[in-house]
Every structure is written in C-alpha cells, then in structure tokens.
C-alpha cells in the first residue's frame, strides 16, 4: 500500500511582502487543497511560515479536514500556533518537536523557528535517532548547504552540530525542509534532502544575488511504500 502525503511549505498568508510582489497567499493555498482533493491526499505535513498571527485561525480551519503534523519556520510564533495545534507528545512550554513512527519508518519533526536549534534539542535528537528505521527529518530550514546565496544570508544557525548527529548514525536519512523558495536535492553519505517550492513565491537558485518572482507556487507529494520514499513536486 502506498502512503501519500502532502509537504506544504512557505504560503505567508496576509504577509507584506508577497502582497506587494502580487502573490495571493490565499487563493494559492485554496488551489493547492483542491489539487489534495482532486489526488485524495488526506494527510498534510506543513514545513513552516504559516504567515501573519491574525492569519492562523483560517489556516488551521482549512486543514482541519486532514491529519496535520507541523513544523514551525521562522515566521511563525509558537504562543499562536498553539492556540489552534495541539500535539500530546511535545512537552516544551515554548518549543514544538516531536516523533511519531510506522512500521518502516521515524518521523522527526524539529523546531527551527529561532532560526537556530537550541540544545534542548540537540540532546534530544541524539536520543531519537537511536532506531533501527529509516529516519524522515521535518525541519523548515535545510542542513546541507546549497551553491546559493540565500543558503549563505539566511541559513540556519548551527547546522553543523545537527549534520554532525545524523552522519554519526548506519540510518538513511531523508531531510523535507523548505524556507529557500525553491526546489532543490542534494545528498551526502547518508543524508538526502529535499528544499520544496513554497505555496507563495519563488526564489532563484542563483549564487551571486536573491531575485524573486510570483509565476509559480506549489507543494510536493511524499509517498511511502514499505521502506521506500519517493517523491514528486506539484507546481501551478
């Protein structure tokens, strides 16, 4: 049986910026659950940067339909998030990181909304990788670094000790992340990872300068079968 699941990431939903490069946040994020419809994709991973806090209500409400996991960026704000998110197993006042687990495979979800992942994690993370499974890691900013200048302006701070932890376990581990606006796979040792598109506007893969365009928004589809990933990205 094939598991099909729905990575979404980046809409800004309300956001100055997108508003004025003319991105409709909004209409992109109902095209994109009628797209989840049309392919019966029940089950939702957002990557992160939800957008404005007065925007969390109606986001929360249009997936309240789907089996939600989540993974703050560092747009988003935890205090509100809450209010309308509950997971049982993050016990942070303030953080949200969490595991959950099938039959072949770790799902780990860390909190990267500081921009930076502080200790408290790190210790924990050490723990959870202790597993005999294939290891699938949801973290809004990405750990390996990309030839582009938005990997050198704004990439998370500290990636290093997290890319130590994974490199130091036998697991195959696959990396969702979002934040960069593009598409992007790259792979090192055991690590592979994937930057998706964001719901909202794009930004070039380029190495010298960060230019943004409004033609494309999307999301990607993961899809589990037994032990294998693959996936595909959906673009509009």
């Not at 979404?8 to 100055?16: K, Q």
């Not at 939600?68 to 935890?78: C, E, K, M």
């Not at 750990?143 to 000790?161: E, H, N, T, Y």
């Not at 960060?210 to 999301?219: L, M, P, R, T």
Request: some cysteine.
């Amino acid at each position: 049986m094939i598991k099909k699941i729905a990575y979404i990431t980046d809409v800004h939903v309300d956001e100055d910026f997108p508003k004025g490069i003319g991105v409709d946040a909004r209409q992109n994020w109902k095209t994109i659950l009628e797209d989840l419809s049309s392919r019966n994709i029940e089950e939702v991973i957002y990557g992160g940067d939800i957008g404005e806090k007065l925007s969390n209500s109606w986001f929360f409400e249009s997936l309240e339909n789907y089996k939600l996991s989540i993974s703050l960026g560092n747009h988003d704000d935890f205090s509100e998030v809450k209010k309308y998110y509950t997971n049982n197993q993050c016990t942070e006042v303030d953080l949200l990181f969490y595991t959950k687990e099938d039959d072949f495979f770790k799902f780990i979800f860390l909190d990267s909304s500081a921009e930076v992942v502080d200790n408290t994690q790190l210790l924990w993370l050490k723990s959870e990788l202790v597993t005999s499974k294939k290891i699938l890691l949801f973290i809004h900013h990405p750990i390996l670094s990309i030839p582009a200048i938005i990997d050198k302006k704004f990439a998370l701070k500290g990636r290093q000790k997290i890319k130590d932890l994974l490199l130091n376990i036998d697991n195959n581990i696959t990396i969702f992340s979002g934040h960069y606006h593009m598409e992007d796979y790259s792979n090192y040792r055991n690590i592979s990872q994937y930057i998706t598109p964001a719901a909202s506007y794009q930004v070039e893969k380029n190495p010298k300068e960060i230019k943004v365009h409004n033609n494309s928004f999307g999301y990607r589809i993961i899809e589990l079968q037994k032990d294998c990933v693959n996936t595909e990205v959906i673009l509009f």
